[in-house]
């Protein structure tokens, strides 16, 4: 089982900085079967990026994903009010798939 | 724009099996995964697992002896049964659609409390 640990647990930002999360795999993600996604609270996660670097449908381009084999980062360069949630990683390579544990992007 | 609704019971007995639908609207289920994918109460994400629309089908092995996944194309739903229920079943359960084994269409999920 490939284990995805994601850092840092919570972030702390104000509207308009730079967010960097990361994603770091147990073992290689094959062809960056890596996705991000969004949660907030009482709702379903929302996918944002897939493929590490390929953004879904209407998702704004100030999200954006990068890395290969361990070690993935998802940035948002200019934080929006609606940002501020929750984002897991997830790989879908390998089975069984698997999610991070989360990374909590709060306003400061 | 496809949308999925899960459906159940909220409450369900320890030792009791847990049993969940998915309606599809306004997409087919043809040609897709359909995973199950549940969120305890504050805490991460976890695959259950996902039925191809051919039928077949890959659990999470944490999960696999209690777990069946399911369609019924002619009412374009995807079935959840997990048997033997604790208090660590208590979540909230999402299923979303997926092409290959992305989960990108997600239902809003429904929260299942085990319980006596």
């Known amino acids: 089982e490939i284990v995805l640990t994601q850092s840092p647990g919570t972030l702390s930002l104000s509207p308009g900085e730079r967010a960097t999360l990361s994603c770091r795999a147990s073992q290689s993600v094959s062809s960056s079967y890596l996705a991000w996604y969004q949660q907030k609270p009482g709702q379903a996660p929302r996918l944002l990026i897939y493929g590490a670097s390929t953004r879904a449908t209407g998702i704004p381009d100030r999200f954006s994903g990068s890395g290969s084999g361990t070690d993935f980062t998802l940035t948002i360069s200019r934080l929006e009010p609606e940002d501020f949630a929750v984002y897991y990683c997830q790989q879908y390579c390998c089975s069984p798939i698997t999610f991070g544990g989360g990374t909590k992007v709060e306003i400061k | 724009q496809v949308q999925l609704q899960e459906s159940g019971p909220g409450l369900v007995k320890p030792s009791e099996t847990l049993s969940l639908t998915c309606t599809v609207s306004g997409g087919s289920i043809s040609s897709y995964y359909w995973n199950w994918i549940r969120q305890p109460p504050g805490k991460g994400l976890e695959w259950i697992g996902y039925?191809?629309?051919?039928?077949?089908?890959n659990y999470n092995p944490s999960l696999k002896s209690r777990v069946t996944i399911s369609l019924d194309t002619s009412k374009n739903l995807s079935s959840l049964k997990l048997s033997s229920v604790t208090s660590t079943d208590t979540a909230v359960y999402y299923c979303?659609?997926?092409?290959?084994?992305?989960?990108?269409?997600w239902g809003q999920g429904t929260l299942v409390t085990v319980s006596s």
């Open positions: 039925v191809y629309s051919s039928g077949s089908t």
């Open positions: 979303a659609r997926g092409t290959g084994w992305l989960a990108q269409n």
